[in-house]
């Protein structure tokens, strides 16, 4: 295997960013950490629209090659239940994984009680069926496995300890009816010290089957004297049992450096929430939010994911 250190790993879309707020008709204050999927042969993303009033929905946005040309579609969108505890101010940051013909979307309700994991449902788009709440708060960044491991239905999230020095970790649970979750492990730690994945880390993109086993994006972050800096890194899940790491990637392969990543409302963040795999079966389309701001495109061969994460990635939990 050649493992590719030379040039990045994940490239960018030289049009990139590919949807700002101005393309919405109406006034808001961002779009980004886009969930995506492909519906009706089209790429469908589920953007996290930022209000004027602070409060986020999902709204899709859809294009038929993935990256230009991109329609708004402001009648199909989740609005928050802002009468209730669990939306209470908001709803943020989608991750759709589909299962048969139902797509499972897993969003972030932004409560009374902070951050919590929803489940709602959809065929098309255009009704959502709300599911409720799969995880009580601080629990964020949470997608569904597209199929049952051992008769069980499968989630990986991210509860926030109450004591905040000692970092965010990845866990994964299970469901056998989607419901009733349980049997919470420990998946992926944030490291400490001077790691770049140090404070804490989150899942992105929903799992990913490959030859190779779950391949998984997550965003790790480090705090510095000018505040956050958000990046990506990448880890090797058995295909079996996605308990057990079989790499994860010391450094990190994406951050930010593009304008419309440093420059915005959250400088020095690229968070990413859904990838596709093109036709050709090695093309993955990663699609994250750039700086709070905007949402953005970048491209990668998965056999190369895949090199690297397996010649430059550790075991047990990556800890070098
Ligand atoms: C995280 C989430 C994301 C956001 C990121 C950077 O905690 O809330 O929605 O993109 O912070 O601000």
Known sequence: MTAVHHRELFRRYPGNPIITVEQFPFMANSVFNPAATIFENETLLLCRVEHRTGLSSLVVARSA?????????????????????????????????KCGDEYYV?????????????????RDFREF???????????????????????????VHRPVPRIESIGAHIWISTS???????????????????WWDSNKI??????????????????????????????????????DDPTKILARTNEWVMGPSAPYEIAGDVPGVVF????????????????????????????????????????????????G
């Open 129 to 155: 069926r709300r599911m409720g709440v799969l995880s009580s708060p601080e629990d964020k960044d949470a997608a569904l496995f597209p199929c049952q491991i051992d008769d069980q239905w499968v989630l």
């Open 106 to 122: 897993v969003y972030t309700g932004f409560s009374a009680s902070g951050p919590l994991v929803c489940l709602a449902t959809t």
């Open 202 to 239: 989150g899942l992105g993109p929903p799992p990913l089957l490959t030859a190779e086993g779950w391949l998984i994006g997550y965003h790790g972050v480090r705090i510095t004297a000018a505040g956050a800096l958000y990046r990506v890194g990448l880890a090797l899940l058995d295909r």
């Open 272 to 319: 990413p929430c859904g990838w596709v795999v093109l036709d050709d079966g090695d093309t993955v389309r990663m699609y994250y939010g750039a700086a709070d701001t905007s949402i953005a495109v970048a491209e990668a061969s998965l056999a190369e994911l895949l090199d690297y994460v397996l010649e430059r990635g550790t075991g047990e939990n990556g800890r």
């Open 65 to 97: 090659d993935g990256l230009t040309d991109w329609i708004i579609e402001p009648d199909r969108c989740m609005e928050p239940m802002l009468d209730s505890h669990d939306e209470k101010w908001g709803i943020e940051d989608a991750r759709i994984t």
């Open 176 to 194: 056998p009816d989607m419901q009733h979750w349980g049997n919470p492990q420990l998946l992926l730690e944030a490291r400490l010290g001077g």
